[in-house]
């Protein structure tokens, strides 16, 4: 399909409605009659579920079509809604059962917008299922055919059970293309794009929590193929979409001239740009590439990218097979020649020698999860973690960066001598930062990347060279103690002796990374309950979660009111003060009786981390009753030196003890009357008896409080 540039006056005189239309709903016999007659801006609610008079055609004015619960279109060998002349909106509509033999590009829906006619799409709220084409062309697809020089709106749609020869469930081919929370289950092509095929222009797209789960093609994406003509920026932005149990799979080998790749994805773009696939949050697991063997390329069992720059922030590719040893699926067992079980990152430039002066690509990956992919081995079958690299393109090369992130537990299946972790090209370049490449089996951790790892760099990374760290500063060669990072369990989470506790580098966690790869804090270290360390990001993609302290109960710095009377226990904290690293806590009684009382209260000194404090004093309470005042003086008083758990020496200590004053200060209250205020000022002070001598007041410590 060819692209056109419109200005900004001509596609907003495109998309325009007027500012009020009718709206109407009709059964399936008034469907075609009121689509003939429709305005701009109209809405059509369909209320019956119809089985005939397909194809039903789309006006040529921007329309809704609706559906009310149940309503749609079943059966026929036709497709059952065509058009694309304008705008169009298609809501809460169900299209099953369509078996179309030839002639249509869709088994149920088509939508076609030829060069004159710029239109918009919207699928909302729809249900594909069990549609079927089996047209032998390339623009085919099973539910949905969308074709547009416009935008494409998919959201909360569902495709299941469809099948076709390319794209099972949906083919879209627009200028750019947003989907969003929709569900690819069980779809099937006999090409590629088991779930979905888009074919897009240099516009910015989107896939968003969407779902391709038992989707199968015979040679690419077999949850998804997904082609952006984007040269520049961002093309593709995928964000918490899951591809679960998809599959690649060709027993037959007839495919195998074109080779196989992305058993879950599968994203291309033009080559030679600089275009840039932004993905974060998504799933890549379980995801197989099988098929006869042959001499063709296999690559991406979890996710394959051709010739775009992939920057990626917590995605997971975990327990993704590349070449499934298993005879009921193969003709005959032979080595596979294929790279990157859990994640391939291809780019191919020219043929000729020497290497260029700069990258083709340079991709990225953070919080990433590689763990528990399958690589079957053969004489070229590399990297069962991933595989990053311009594969037999002597002249171009890529680069990778990986941050705080994990490969581990991938696995060579058969023969060793394959690199299990992450494999690239001879003049490819790997970064490690703050990374676990540990603990795959079968074949070696790294390989390529120049000459004894020349192009490779790692800093605060759990990765070997030989039995020892790998050059670099902060490194470590030991095993990461794991949880279960192996096929099946996939589990990179940490345990209490991982080696990679608090072994990574703060200054090296990319700007805005703030979560681990599940979602915890990205820093987080030991607790303790008085003083805690600084804590120190952990090496790889999860962050070790240490069990809290059994501690005491903080002390509450927080006024608290209450009814309050005599007698003792004092137990109510009525204010809370904090000078230097001491707490003062005003306390009273927590009991009320309706009886006359006497009101009690105390005053406690609480030391913190045995700090020293400069020796104070309480100078005076005062309670302010039903408006009136009584004073008691404390100065110098009594109430003081005659107190078993107070004497003089103690005013005078540097460190004050726990109990450092202990004044019972008595007030008869009368029943019924509220509304005490108690103030108690604290100062400092130096010398003893008549010479003691005020410095200045520190803290006043005042509750409100209601007694019976």
């Known amino acids: 399909m060819r692209r056109v540039l419109l200005s900004g006056a001509l596609l907003f005189a495109v998309m325009a409605s007027p500012a009020s239309a009718a709206n109407v709903t009709v059964g399936c016999g008034g469907l075609q009659s009121a689509l003939n007659a429709a305005s701009a801006g109209e809405v059509i609610t369909l209320d019956q579920l119809c089985t005939t008079g397909f194809p039903y055609e789309l006006p040529h004015v921007p329309v809704t079509l609706a559906g009310s619960p149940g309503a749609g279109f079943q059966g026929g060998s036709q497709e059952q809604l065509s058009g694309g002349e304008a705008s169009v ?85 627009a200028a750019s293309a947003h989907l969003a929370g929709d569900t690819f289950e069980g779809d099937s092509s006999e090409s590629y794009g088991g779930g979905m095929y888009a074919q897009l222009g240099g516009g910015e797209s989107t896939l968003s929590s969407s779902r391709f789960s038992n989707d199968t093609a015979t040679s690419s994406g077999g949850g998804a193929a997904i082609s952006t003509g984007a040269t520049t920026g961002i093309g593709l932005a995928l964000d918490g979409d899951t591809f679960s149990h998809d599959s690649v799979a060709d027993p037959d080998g007839t495919d195998s001239g074109s080779g196989y790749s992305g058993g879950g994805l599968e994203v291309s773009a033009s080559s030679g740009g600089e275009s840039t696939l932004a993905q974060s949050g998504d799933t890549f697991d379980s995801d197989t590439v099988s098929f006869k063997p042959a001499a063709a390329l296999a690559m991406g069992a979890g996710e394959s990218v051709s010739d775009a720059a992939l920057q990626s922030v917590d995605d997971r590719f975990t327990n993704n097979t590349l070449q499934s040893p298993d005879a009921n699926k193969n003709a005959r067992m032979e080595p596979v020649f294929g790279w990157g079980a859990g994640l391939s990152v291809l780019e191919c430039g020219d043929s000729f020698p020497p290497a260029p002066g700069a990258p083709n690509v340079s991709s990225s990956l953070s919080d990433a999860i590689i763990a528990g992919n399958t690589l079957t081995s053969g004489p070229s079958a590399d990297g069962a973690g991933i595989y990053v690299g311009a594969v037999l ?37 790997l970064s490690l930062a703050n990374t676990i490449v540990d603990g795959d089996s079968g074949g070696a951790e790294l390989g390529g990347f120049g000459t004894s790892f020349a192009n490779v760099s790692a800093s605060y990374s759990d990765v070997c060279s030989g039995s020892s760290p790998f050059a670099g500063t902060g490194n470590i060669c030991a095993d990461p103690q794991l949880v279960g990072p192996g096929p099946g369990s996939a589990d990179v989470h940490e345990t209490a002796v991982s080696p990679t506790l608090e072994g990574g580098s703060n200054a090296l966690i990319p700007s805005g990374l703030t979560t681990d790869g599940f979602g915890n804090p990205r820093i987080s270290g030991p607790i303790d309950c008085t003083n805690s360390p600084a804590a120190t990001v952990d090496i790889g993609a999860a962050e070790f979660v240490y069990a809290a302290p059994s501690c005491p109960a903080p002390v509450p710095q927080v006024v608290l009111m209450s009814l309050l009377s005599a007698p003792k226990p004092l137990t109510t904290v009525l204010a809370t003060s904090k000078i230097g690293n001491q707490l003062l806590q005003l306390i009273a009684p927590s009991a009320c009786t309706t009886s006359s009382s006497l009101l009690s209260l105390e005053v406690r000194s609480l030391p913190i981390a045995g700090a020293h404090l400069t020796g104070y004093k309480v100078t005076h309470v005062a309670f302010f009753i039903d408006g009136g005042l009584k004073r008691t003086a404390l100065v110098g008083s009594a109430h003081h030196r005659h107190r078993a758990t107070v004497d003089e020496p103690q005013y005078q200590s540097k460190k004050l003890p726990s109990n450092f004053l202990f004044l019972p200060s008595k007030v008869r209250a009368r029943p019924g009357k509220n509304s005490v205020l108690v103030r108690v000022t604290l100062v400092t002070y130096t010398g003893k008896g008549r010479n003691r001598r005020t410095l200045r007041v520190i803290r006043t410590l005042k509750s409100t409080f209601e007694v019976c």
Do not use: K, M, Q
């Open 89 to 173: 909106t298609i809501e809460n509509l169900i299209f099953e059962n369509a078996t179309v033999g030839g002639g249509g590009n869709s088994g149920a829906l088509a939508i076609s917008a030829y060069l004159e006619h710029v239109s918009n799409t919207t699928l909302l709220h729809d249900t594909f299922a069990d549609d079927v084409n089996t047209e032998h062309a390339d623009n085919v697809s099973g539910g949905a055919f969308v074709e547009s020089e416009g935008v494409v709106t998919i959201e909360d749609s569902t495709f299941t059970d469809d099948s076709a020869l390319r794209a099972g469930g949906l083919s879209v081919d």
């Open 393 to 429: 393109c002597h002249s171009a090369y890529t680069t990778l960066d990986l941050f705080d992130s994990t490969v581990a537990g991938n696995a060579i299946s058969g023969a060793g001598g394959p690199v299990a972790g992450i494999s690239g090209g001879p003049h490819d370049v």
